[in-house]
Nanobody
């Protein structure tokens, strides 16, 4: 079993920054790609970023490229999402997931419970 727990969400003004963390337990994450997705109530879960098992490769959605950075520390079994220059449209529940190096949510096998990010203007 693998368990993922997100943390670091909160309320921030437009233009500010937040750093989200995802802690894995139960199994090591170093064999898997990791992803971040986000979801607004009543909407589909959408892709944010993914990172390869060794951290060498990343993919970002165009809406966050240049503002967000995904990283991982396999020694600590954690994945992070640094979010800068936040916009109100970034407001969502953010989820981390274990799976393949993919933009598709269906390629991920386990998910955390999410952490709320709210950006005010």
């Amino acid at each position: 079993q693998v368990h993922l727990v997100e943390s670091g969400g909160g309320l921030v003004q437009a233009g500010g920054s937040l750093r989200l963390s995802c802690a894995g337990s139960g199994r090591t994450l170093n064999m898997y790609s990791m992803g971040w997705f986000r979801q607004t109530p009543g909407e589909q879960r959408s892709f944010v970023a993914t990172i390869s098992p060794n951290g060498a490769n990343t993919i970002y959605d165009a809406s966050v490229k240049g503002r967000f950075t995904i990283s991982r520390d396999n020694a600590k079994n954690t994945v992070n999402l640094q979010m800068n220059s936040l916009k109100p449209e970034d407001t969502a529940v953010y989820y981390c997931a274990v799976g393949s190096y993919s933009r598709n949510s269906q390629d991920y096998r386990a998910w955390g419970q999410g952490t709320q990010v709210t950006v005010s203007s």
